[in-house]
């Protein structure tokens, strides 16, 4: 039987980010239930596609998934043939869960949890327009401990404006003390037409600084690993065992189907996505119509080009051999050029048949990425 993971996107959230692009709202309640029939409606059109296959993890993301009643995701859950081996994630914001909540996660089969921290600074987390406190987080995360969660990760945000260096590593010495299974610390990105993208054009916040994200970002590296939190990808640390298996699914070109609105799929071959309109969807899965957008068949080329990528971005590297296996290739011949430059650059090094970033080449990855491509 053959592997397959799921997502399930769950747009709607208590209050907008000031940093968020994602494809979420703040202000459409009154479509929730519709949307998530509509949900239902689509895994039940790609029923047929997914009863044959191996589940191995399903990922609801959003958005804010526990800003929903516990029945409306029991209903998503119950709707996929998963079983007990499955890893399944759920996200959720401090501040919107409580036992509740989080015992009823667990019955219907939840065991792993995702909390969006960010930050443990009450001033930094209201700049960033986040509905929690200091206090909620913790308490949120103990309260999952208590309820019987023994898989919990945690997102943290590096090089956000008027984020000193001591705000970031009081919290991440915070989440060590919490002996926490999975941190995720990502390098804000700014994006277009975002609020805080606005703030920063007008000189309302300062922009990011380059040097003190890369000064968090190897602190990072150093203190989780002194604590036996590994690194495995670019911003992704665990202890040995606590991989999040779903995202390692994307990150080795595992096949996914995506539902909800937005929800991207790379499935036989082709990559697809579904409509960003909410109306849109749910007019369209009510007259029982699927809508791709983009689809593109995944060729040789691109796949070869995926693969190299997303290798590099895990700590343990592009193997060479799969790689030649896979493609029916000599990856020491065919990309010479762009390895012999590499290694003179010292961002790359090649020991036991894999290929791995250097510290240098994690600072610089998309510059490696681009030799490559």
Known sequence: ?????????????????????????????????????CVLDEIDIQYSTIKNRNITSIFLGGGTPSYLKPHLIRSILHHLPFDRNTEVTIEVNPGTIDR???????????NRISFGVQSLNDQLLRLMGRV??????????????????????????????????????????????????????YSLKVEENTPLDRMIKRKMLPEPKDELDRKMYHFTERILKENDILQYEISNYARKGFECKHNMGYW?????????????????????????????YIHDIKEKRLTRFDEEVIDANESRKEFIIL????????????????????????????????????????????VVLTKLGKDFANSVFTEFM
């Open 132 to 185: 929690h406190t200091r206090e909620t987080a913790l308490s949120n995360i103990k309260m999952a401990k208590e309820v019987g969660f023994t898989n919990i990760s945690a997102d943290l945000m590096m090089g956000y404006p008027l984020q000193s260096f001591e705000i970031y590593e009081e919290t991440l010495h915070t989440m060590i003390e919490l002996d926490m299974q999975h941190l995720s610390c």
């Open 1 to 37: 039987m053959e592997d397959v993971r799921i997502y399930v996107h769950i747009p709607f959230c208590k209050s907008k980010c000031q940093y968020c692009d994602f494809n979420s709202y703040d202000n459409k309640n009154y479509l929730i239930d519709s949307y998530i029939n």
């Open 100 to 110: 509740d909540k989080l015992e009823s996660y667990l019955d219907m089969g939840i």
């Open 252 to 280: 080795e070109l595992d096949e996914y189907l995506g539902f909800g609105i937005s929800a991207h799929s790379y499935f036989k071959g082709k990559r697809f996505h579904n409509t960003e309109s909410i109306t849109d």
């Open 311 to 354: 290798g590099l971005r895990l700590n343990k590297g592009l193997n060479i051999e799969k790689f030649n296996e896979k493609y029916d290739s000599d990856f020491m011949n065919d990309y010479k050029t762009a390895i012999e430059k590499c290694l003179k650059d010292q961002v790359i090094s090649i020991k036991n048949n894999v």
